[in-house]
């Protein structure tokens, strides 16, 4: 368990879904939570205020996700992704405290045919990735207290994929069409805050891959989910390129990344289809 009772701990990007969960889960209570609007981490005036703050630990978790959004709007996703993250390095590094920071595992370009690990060397697939990746690198030059997390596919119920498909169970669809020839990792949020959480109580440092064991497309995860919620809705596999339109930003194709490190107090991840099982039953969808 956590030890954290006289420890503060400071969120950003305290309206996310990861910061939903670390409300719901998390063991500490003491986290303070911030949103956009109580803390701007692209503008330094914002920022620069935390060095007023008694902080032990800063979750990093504020960022421009939309793949896509970034894609076109790519000078606002280098403010907040990039520049924001090297702005809360510069408040740890000032106050001498750990950072730990999200990253995606759309980081490599996806050309390999197995599971990336956390040495093998990135070529980032889409300006999204890019931002992130910057950020990696500002991070491990400018900082000895730091953990890196790369993430798979981050799935919750309020958000994500897993959304989507229970939006389309839910207004009764009787299709649904589904990309089958992107495959990935899916990292389930409640993992995550355990993950961060023993990370920060070990004050283990470095780069970290976090993701359910082997490999699934959205098409896997779909078929999963009708299976268990025993619904008779027509699955039709697609290609991404059929979104190309409305979807710009290029996709790696193989999105699948494994860990290498054990972490004390740390149970490794099941498969992903477990992991869908078991957020059914945590989620009650």
């Known amino acids: 368990m956590m030890n954290t009772k006289n420890k503060k701990i400071i969120i950003t990007g305290g309206e996310g879904m990861l910061a939903d969960y670390f409300k719901r889960f998390a063991k500490n209570r003491r986290i303070i939570y911030l949103t956009r609007k109580e803390l701007d981490v692209s503008k330094w005036k914002d920022v620069k205020k935390l060095l007023d703050m008694s902080l032990t630990a800063i979750i990093h978790l504020a960022a421009k996700t939309d793949v896509d959004w970034c894609e076109i709007n790519q000078k606002q996703a280098y403010e907040v992704n990039t520049l924001g993250a090297k702005y809360m390095v510069s408040i740890a590094k000032s106050k001498k405290i750990p950072l730990i920071f999200t990253s995606t595992s759309a980081v490599f370009d996806g050309k390999s ?26 991070i491990q030059k400018e900082l000895t207290q730091y953990a890196i997390i790369r993430l798979g596919w981050l ?28 495959k990935g990792t899916i990292t389930y949020a409640y993992d995550t805050v355990r993950f961060i959480e023993k990370i920060i109580a070990n004050n283990d440092q470095g780069l970290f891959h976090l993701a359910s064991k082997g490999s699934c497309t959205r098409y896997d995860i779909a078929e999963k989910i009708l299976k268990l919620m025993r619904k008779r809705i027509k699955l039709v596999p697609v290609k991404h390129k059929d979104f190309a339109v409305n979807f710009p930003a290029p996709r790696p194709k193989n999105e699948s990344i494994i860990s290498t490190k054990k972490i004390k107090g740390f149970k490794a991840l099941p498969t992903w289809d477990e992991t869908i099982e078991r957020i059914y039953a945590l989620e009650k969808f």
């Open 113 to 138: 045919a197995v599971s990336y690990r956390e040495f093998d060397k990135p070529h980032p697939a889409n300006y999204y990735a890019e931002t992130k990746f910057e950020s990696e690198k500002i």
């Open 155 to 182: 799935i919750g119920k309020e958000k994500k994929f897993l959304s989507y498909i229970l939006k389309q169970i839910n207004e009764g669809k009787n299709e649904l069409r589904v990309v089958d020839d992107i």
